[in-house]
């Protein structure tokens, strides 16, 4: 079933939901109650009647902003019928169709506008509102000690309503448009890792077009807004299997894209969703990477003693790439690395004491080329080698016994080299084929650890291997036709990136789109376990506002511009007020 069908059946779902509840309602208000089960129309109506914009009924099925705006229409149909106190607003935000059934079938529900009430509900409710005002001052005399006009008092109660519905609608509709800015347009995403340094660096805010590569549209259409996968860390730190999630894994849509005019090249930076998380199965809530794209489906990838190969080539590194590798260096003296980070940023580094020698041992995690020429030549340094993996030696790593204090003999897949029965490492990996959509491809025992995951993962297949033998959805095979395009993730840093080479090939539905700019730059911001040594906090400005996917090697600054269209947009309301205060003085 494709992606529009599914949804049309899933605003069916939800329009017969809303018929059946809310049918007597929509025949008080002067309506067929089959409007109640029309998509659109019914809310279309709610709007009609409580006197707000009708346009806004668009919002009501759209993935995500949807249930936001379906429970502000609840809430309007429910006041209408005086069910405004605050246990009747949280029944009919969190169990909006049962209660809302339990107001249509009552006998005694009415409307409570008053162009619809008899001369004796009118009565009825003046005198009501008269007792309400007369315990108000009673109250303010003998409790606070001031006594007000029941006049005053309801004057005051009206304009505090109105100010308060104001407030909440604006708050409401800010959230709606950043949640169609944020789901529909783009997203902000933190670099909290050093695996694209020094390209994007640690504590650098992007946004992303979620367009560059066509939309993606969303595949989990109930969840809370601005949340990727969880709600907050509820239980054991740092473990979010056991957290609560933000989305309704029940409510799936199938992978589906908008305008796929362009695919991942080669020498993007692209963001997309981790291929092995375990904990999300929805593929849009899966952990945002940010990688280079260095091979697309079809060529060939290769690491020879750390350097990169596609196709047999070197690759081509863009003027703003930095690729880095591991250093390890030997000193007389300790460095004074303080100071290394002021005059090269983001420096990640574990120092060790040489008790043989009385000197420092210095892992440093990358160094570009540029720079380890430099702390090569510093006084205090005896040598310096780069730290590069022994070829055909593989890279496993194994899982942790439950209490984490030893390694069982269970592979780490996702922390072990991909594939896990070859004989490689970050250092020296490849070559291999990148899967192309209409690849056939032989599926053995050889094979079996390199496409097991696109099978039945990224594929949806069930994928069993008996004794040897290949089932395919029951049925015994040695080919496999691949579905869709996949490619090879990097990390410019590559010493200190968990990427393709790890976890695999990327599939194209993991893909997010393409970082347009740094919004935000902070060093210090986030933590690095790995480093002796943590960088001082301070807001890089030359950073600020610099896109991401030029290729240039110097890139302008636009944050000042920036900054005078916040100025602009915040300080709008305050000059209007000043200008209309002025304006009614002259006029008096």
């Known amino acids: ?140 005399l003998f409790v606070t000690g001031t006594g007000t006009s029941a006049k005053t008092s309801r004057f005051s109660s009206d304009e505090e309503g109105k100010k308060k519905d104001s407030f909440l609608g604006s708050v409401t509709f800010a959230v709606v448009f950043a949640t169609i800015i944020h789901v529909f347009v783009t997203q902000p995403f933190g670099i909290p890792t050093g695996s694209m340094e020094r390209t994007l660096l640690v504590g650098d805010f992007l946004f992303v077009n979620k367009w560059s590569y066509g939309y993606r549209l969303p595949m989990r259409p109930l969840a809370i807004p601005f949340l990727q996968g969880t709600i907050m860390d509820t239980g054991e730190k740092g473990n979010p299997k056991d957290d609560p999630k933000s989305y309704v894994d029940g409510v799936k849509l ?48 290769e690491m020879r003693a750390g350097r990169l190969f596609v196709n047999g080539k070197p690759e081509t590194v863009l003027g703003d790439q930095e690729v880095q590798h591991a250093y390890t260096v030997n000193t007389g003296t300790q460095l004074d690395i303080p100071s290394l980070y002021n005059t090269y940023g983001f420096l990640p580094v574990r120092e060790m004491q040489n008790e043989k020698s009385g000197g420092f041992v210095y892992m440093f995690q990358g160094l570009t080329d540029k720079t380890a020429k430099e702390i090569k030549a510093l006084p205090s340094v005896l040598s310096m080698e780069e730290n590069i993996y022994p070829k055909d030696s593989a890279t496993i790593s194994y899982k942790l016994n439950a209490d984490k204090t030893a390694y069982t003999k269970s592979i780490d897949t996702t922390q072990s080299i991909f594939p896990i029965n070859k004989p490689w490492n970050q250092d020296w990996y490849g070559p291999l084929k990148i899967p192309k959509k209409g690849d056939v491809v032989i599926i053995d025992k050889e094979s079996f650890p390199m496409y097991q995951w696109v099978i039945s993962k990224y594929e949806h297949n069930t994928l069993e291997n008996k004794n040897g033998k290949i089932f395919i959805n029951g049925k015994e095979t040695n080919q496999y036709t691949i579905q869709q395009d996949y490619y090879m993730m990097i990390g410019d840093n590559r010493d200190a990136s968990l990427d393709a080479r790890f976890f ?42 610099k896109a991401t996917n030029t290729g240039e090697a110097n890139k302008t600054s636009y944050w000042w511009v920036a900054v005078m269209i916040l100025i602009l947009f915040f300080g709008w309301e305050y000059f209007m007020k000043l200008f209309g205060k002025k304006k009614k003085e002259e006029d008096l």
């Open 1 to 140: 079933m494709n992606y529009f069908l599914t949804y049309t059946v899933y605003v069916l779902i939800l329009s017969v939901l809303m018929g059946i509840s809310t049918w007597k309602l929509f025949k008080k208000m002067g309506y067929s109650p089959l409007l109640a089960f029309i998509p659109f129309c019914n809310y279309l109506v709610i709007l009609k009647e409580t006197k707000h914009p009708r346009w806004w009924a668009i919002l009501s099925y759209l993935p995500i902003v949807g249930p936001i705006m379906m429970s502000v229409f609840h809430l309007y149909l429910m006041d209408k019928f005086g069910k405004n106190l605050i246990q009747n607003k949280f029944l009919t935000v969190f169990l909006p169709f049962i209660y809302m059934a339990v107001v249509n079938y009552s006998k005694d529900t009415e409307i409570e506008d008053e162009e619809y009430l008899t001369e004796e509900q009118k009565n009825l409710k003046e005198q009501h509102n008269k007792i309400l005002n007369i315990s108000a001052q009673i109250f303010d």
């Open 254 to 301: 199938p992978y589906a894209r908008l305008l796929q005019f362009n695919k991942p090249q080669r020498n993007d930076v692209v963001v997309f969703n981790y291929p092995q998380d375990s904990v999300h199965t929805a593929i849009d809530r899966k952990d945002p990477y940010v990688k280079r794209c260095v091979a697309v489906a079809g060529d060939t990838f």
């Open 504 to 545: 695999g090939f990327v599939p194209e539905e993991n893909i997010v789109g393409k970082p347009m700019f740094t919004w935000m730059s902070v060093q210090g911001v986030f933590s690095d376990a790995s480093s002796t040594y943590q960088a001082p906090k301070k807001v890089r400005w030359d950073r600020m506002f």
